[in-house]
């Protein structure tokens, strides 16, 4: 891939300023680069780990929850425009906000802890599932993962506010496991596999969090579309099944984007 020569090679490019993406670009002409991204992962994740019945609706019908986030942040939201620029500007705001109360998070401004708690009371079981691993890690200084793997917490403890000593992780660690740990890890070997099977020239580059990054061949990018369904969906779900005996029965879904550079594509002269 080429770049500016910005040195990346010691950042963590999940958490990098999204205009950097700009940079990225596959080194051929007429080349495109692909991005594969699980849509709402740790959300999807934690809402079959929690078996969520909000959860399941929400993601079944196509639930815009950072639009949830923003009605409850900002009063004008709700009264905007669906294609007033504001409105869509305040989403993106809201984003930041969307899923913390799913690891922890509890304090900030009055409105953000509105929101948390509206989150809280609508995904009952999740925040019921939050109660369960507190527990088990107070009463056994561990929690166990769905796969077996072992997390210590050891000498937990109750507070008053009913919370327990390292909630945040504990609440956290079992999400981002089976998202990124797992789930999204072994949906990018798949798809390796799959290029490397059909003898694609495209390449895969790299796994950013719960996407993955390839520089696509101007002629592969119908048989990419098809494969990256197969490999980071049908095939990553059975292959649960088959080593773990796990079945994730809540959607897992993922989105194609195809663009000059990294997630934009750029102006033409």
């Known amino acids: 891939m080429q770049s ?8 963590n490019l999940q958490n990098i300023d999204r205009t950097l993406k700009k940079v990225v670009t596959a080194r051929h002409d007429g080349w495109m680069t692909r991005q594969n991204d699980y849509a709402q992962m740790e959300f999807r ?7 969520d019945e909000q959860a399941l609706i929400d993601i079944n019908n196509g639930e815009d929850v950072h639009s949830n986030t923003a009605t409850v942040l900002f009063d004008e939201y709700a009264g905007l425009a669906l294609d007033d620029p504001k409105r869509g500007k305040l989403r993106t705001a809201a984003k930041a906000d969307t899923f913390k109360p799913l690891f922890g998070g509890e304090s900030g401004t009055p409105k953000q ?25 107070a009463s056994t200084g561990k929690v166990v993962a769905r796969t077996g793997l072992i997390f210590h917490f050891p000498n ?43 003898k694609l020239k495209s390449l895969l580059v790299n796994e950013v969090h719960d996407s993955v990054v390839i520089e696509q061949h101007p002629d592969e990018h119908d048989i990419l579309t098809e494969l990256s369904e197969k490999a980071m969906v049908t095939d990553t779900l059975q292959y649960m099944r088959d080593l773990y005996g796990i079945d994730i029965n809540y959607p897992v879904a993922i989105d194609q984007e195809v663009h000059t550079n990294w997630g934009y594509n750029r102006e033409c002269a």
Do not use: C, P
């Not at 809280?120 to 890690?137: D, P, Q, T, V």
């Open 113 to 137: 802890r509105k929101y948390y708690e509206f989150f809280r009371r609508r995904y009952a079981g999740i925040s019921a599932w939050h109660r369960k691993l507190m527990a088990e890690a």
């Open 4 to 11: 500016t020569g910005i040195d990346v090679t010691q950042k």
């Open 45 to 51: 994740m934690a809402a079959f780990l929690a078996q």
């Open 156 to 198: 937990t403890t109750y507070q008053q506010n009913g919370n327990v000593t390292g909630h945040t992780k504990i609440k956290n660690y079992n999400v981002q496991y089976m998202a990124t740990g797992e789930t999204a890890v072994i949906g990018t070997f798949m798809l390796w596999h799959q290029m490397k099977s059909h």
